[in-house]
T-cell receptor, first 112, second 113 residues
Framework: EAQVTQNPRYLITVTGKKLTVTCSQN?????MSWYRQDPGLGLRQIYY???????DKGDVPEGYKVSRKEKRNFPLILESPSPNQTSLYFC???????????FGPGTRLLVL | AQKITQTQPGMFVQEKEAVTLDCTYD???????LFWYKQPSSGEMIFLIY??????QNATEGRYSLNFQKARKSANLVISASQLGDSAMYFC??????????FGSGTKLNVKP
């Protein structure tokens, strides 16, 4: 089944404790992206990747890191999480950047 | 600067009636893409419809159509014959600057029986 998977789906952590949210797609998509969703703000793009080893900042990259060592994986790293990073995070992928994105199920993060 | 605007935080529609969800955008690019997504209460993001800036015909996908008015920079979603399962958040999004996506703040649609 073609899909985008994210893990974990739910995470509670404390300020400053490094964490990684994994994202994997099995559709051989070139374009992958991370978003955060906050009430009243819609989705905001954090980082995106056009292909392996090609990543760039989106609208709200501060406090986040990404890497794209393999085509299928695009992990989101929070080196030192803070409470303002409490949010719902989505990973998405598309065959090419200009095509429809397919979203993962979301990861709900709470930073205490 | 705000790139994409959805002015209706919430809307009600009677089952079986049509409803229009508004979306306006701001870009000086000539080439861009417009998307609509549905987010039910379960949280997943579901792609509904796509319109390219050079497409002359309005996009349609089943009961969904996109009323694209390029000069007015609007890309309204029309849902015909609303169903109870259409109750959800709806997001408009624009792809421009080659590879950046911007989403609107969403419209919560409630379909009344």
């Amino acid at each position: 089944e073609a899909q985008v998977t994210q893990n974990p789906r739910y995470l509670i952590t404390v300020t400053g404790k490094k964490l990684t949210v994994t994202c994997s797609q099995n559709m051989n998509h070139e374009y992958m992206s991370w978003y955060r969703q906050d009430p009243g703000l819609g989705l905001r793009q954090i980082y995106y990747s056009m292909n392996v080893e090609v990543t760039d900042k989106g609208d709200v990259p501060e406090g986040y890191k990404v890497s794209r060592k393999e085509k299928r994986n695009f992990p989101l790293i929070l080196e030192s999480p803070s409470p303002n990073q409490t949010s719902l995070y989505f990973c998405a992928s598309s065959r090419k950047y200009q095509e429809t994105q397919y979203f993962g199920p979301g990861t709900r993060l709470l930073v205490l | 600067a705000q790139k994409i605007t959805q002015t209706q935080p919430g809307m009600f529609v009677q089952e079986k009636e049509a409803v229009t969800l508004d979306c306006t955008y701001d870009t000086s690019d000539q080439s861009y893409g417009l998307f609509w997504y549905k987010q039910p209460s379960s949280g997943e993001m579901i792609f509904l419809i796509y319109q390219g800036s050079y497409d002359e015909q309005n996009a349609t996908e089943g009961r969904y159509s996109l009323n694209f008015q390029k000069a007015r920079k609007s890309a309204n979603l029309v849902i015909s014959a609303s169903q109870l399962g259409d109750s959800a958040m709806y997001f408009c999004a624009i792809l421009y600057n080659i590879n950046k996506f911007y989403f609107g703040s969403g419209t919560k649609l409630n379909v009344k029986p």
